[in-house]
């Protein structure tokens, strides 16, 4: 069965610093990845997708990179803002359209 | 931003009472998800539907159902609602073929409380 986790659960940086979050799934088979952003009470917004054939994305100051091989993917984030505070998940789809979700990362950015 | 929209926002219904979700898109996606949201547990796959009148269960259908009579609605229904069953409810959309093949793209969610 495939899992899905995301390390820490809890994150808290000062404005203006790079920071990484981590995404690891146990079954390498998987056809997309997908990173989102979720604010509080509200539904969540597709950050960035990555497909099987492609190893990273970027959007702005976002770079998301697959190594399926080791079962992570990565979420760069530049410069980070307190804008930037907001629980990121990432989702997995086995190439079943139905997508397995980590239970995310909560991110504080402090100004 | 994608064009789902759910209904109710928020509900709050007592042990034992039908309750029905609904979920309407404008983009004409194949697939639609219901997923719920808890503490602890992240978001967790309801029943997804592959066309009208095609559905299947997630992991955690128990107490569910669904129904898809048209392209752009997929209702979720709780039979006799329980305790155990207040979440909040999101429906998500997404469609084969095209650049970015399988995205998936969420509405706004459902707060449903059982009394």
């Known amino acids: 069965k495939q899992e899905v986790t995301q390390i820490p659960a809890a994150l808290s940086v000062p404005e203006g610093e790079n920071l990484v979050l981590n995404c690891s799934f146990t079954?390498?088979?998987?056809?997309?990845l997908q990173w989102f952003r979720q604010d509080p009470g509200k539904g969540l917004t597709s950050l960035l997708l990555i497909q099987s054939s492609q190893r990273e994305q970027t959007s702005g100051r976002l770079n998301a990179s697959l190594d399926k091989s080791s079962g992570r993917s990565t979420l760069y984030i530049a410069a980070s803002q307190p804008g930037d505070s907001a629980t990121y998940l990432c989702a997995v789809e086995p190439g079943t359209y139905k997508y397995i979700f980590g239970t995310g990362t909560r991110l504080k950015v402090l100004a | 931003d994608a064009g789902i929209t759910q209904s109710p926002r928020h509900k709050v219904t007592e042990t034992g009472t039908p309750v029905t979700l609904r979920c309407h898109q404008t983009?004409?996606?194949?697939?639609m998800y219901w997923y719920r949201q808890d503490p602890g547990h992240g978001l967790r796959l309801i029943h997804y539907s592959y066309g009208v009148k095609d559905t299947d269960k997630g992991e955690v259908s128990d107490g569910y159902s669904v129904s898809r009579s048209k392209t752009e609605d997929f209702l979720l229904t709780l039979e006799s609602a329980t305790s155990s069953q207040t979440s909040v409810y999101f429906c998500a959309i997404s469609s084969p073929g095209g650049t970015n093949t399988g995205e998936l793209f969420f509405g706004e969610g459902s707060r449903l409380t059982v009394l």
């Open positions: 983009e004409n996606h194949r697939y």
């Open positions: 079954d390498s088979a998987i056809y997309n």
